[in-house]
T-cell receptor, first 112, second 116 residues
Framework: GQNIDQPTEMTATEGAIVQINCTYQ??????LFWYQQHAGEAPTFLSY????GLEEKGRFSSFLSRSKGYSYLLLKELQMKDSASYLC?????????????FGRGTSLIVHP | ETGVTQTPRHLVMGMTNKKSLKCEQH?????MYWYKQSAKKPLELMFV???????ENNSVPSRFSPECPNSSHLFLHLHTLQPEDSALYLC???????????????FGPGTRLTVT
């Protein structure tokens, strides 16, 4: 089975840096996703980590440690529009697709 | 606009009704997915189709019946639903394994379903 744990809610100040952690226990691991979901909207893809280490993409970076079952999403220079839910998901491969299992999501509130 | 559309956007149905949700993607993908998103619960995968063939059924009750007539269209047929089936139903698509960025799923805006 899959067990994914991430904080329910976080708050941060505009312009600051925030780190959203995700820990997982899983059978059959292929990689780890991060998605962003604004209220009332569809999730949008942020990152996919397969190997250990840090992947940087603009203001967002994602880190993975497979041995520790741990990932984080780092958001720099926070903007008000970054207020959203951030979904961590572990992936396995089956039937010709990547099959994600999602955590409950972390609701990030950015205030002025 | 992600290239994945869903209709209707909102649906209210009684427990004895039959309705269908529609998803269409214009991205040239061959894998399509149905998800259920309930309040306070994780996004939950329901079904996966690859090249029109169902490859994953995540123990979904038979009152939900998917259909994939071609790689661009996906339906979810609903009948005799329960109030606890009220949720946001999201469709997604991706390239199949082996193609570039096949790990990236594109989601539609969802259908907000209320069962009364």
């Amino acid at each position: 089975g899959q067990n994914i744990d991430q904080p329910t809610e976080m708050t941060a100040t505009e312009g600051a840096i925030v780190q959203i952690n995700c820990t997982y226990q899983t059978s059959g691991f292929n990689g780890l996703f991060w998605y962003q979901q604004h209220a009332g909207e569809a999730p949008t893809f942020l990152s996919y980590n397969v190997l250990d280490g840090l992947e940087e993409k603009g203001r967002f970076s994602s880190f993975l440690s497979r041995s520790k079952g741990y990932s984080y999403l780092l958001l720099k220079e926070l903007q008000m529009k970054d207020s959203a839910s951030y979904l961590c998901a572990v992936s396995r491969q089956a039937g010709g697709s990547y099959i994600p299992t999602f955590g409950r999501g972390t609701s990030l509130i950015v205030h002025p | 606009e992600t290239g994945v559309t869903q209709t209707p956007r909102h649906l209210v149905m009684g427990m004895t009704n039959k309705k269908s949700l529609k998803c269409e993607q214009h991205l040239g993908h061959n894998a399509m997915y149905w998800y259920k998103q309930s309040a306070k619960k994780p996004l939950e995968l329901m079904f996966v189709y690859n090249f029109k063939e169902q490859t994953e059924n995540n123990s979904v009750p038979s009152r939900f019946s998917p259909e994939c007539p071609n790689s661009s269209h996906l339906f979810l047929h609903l009948h005799t639903l329960q109030p606890e089936d009220s949720a946001l139903y999201l469709c997604a698509s991706s390239h199949p394994l082996g193609q570039e960025r096949s790990y990236e799923q594109y989601f539609g805006p969802g259908t907000r379903l209320t069962v009364t």
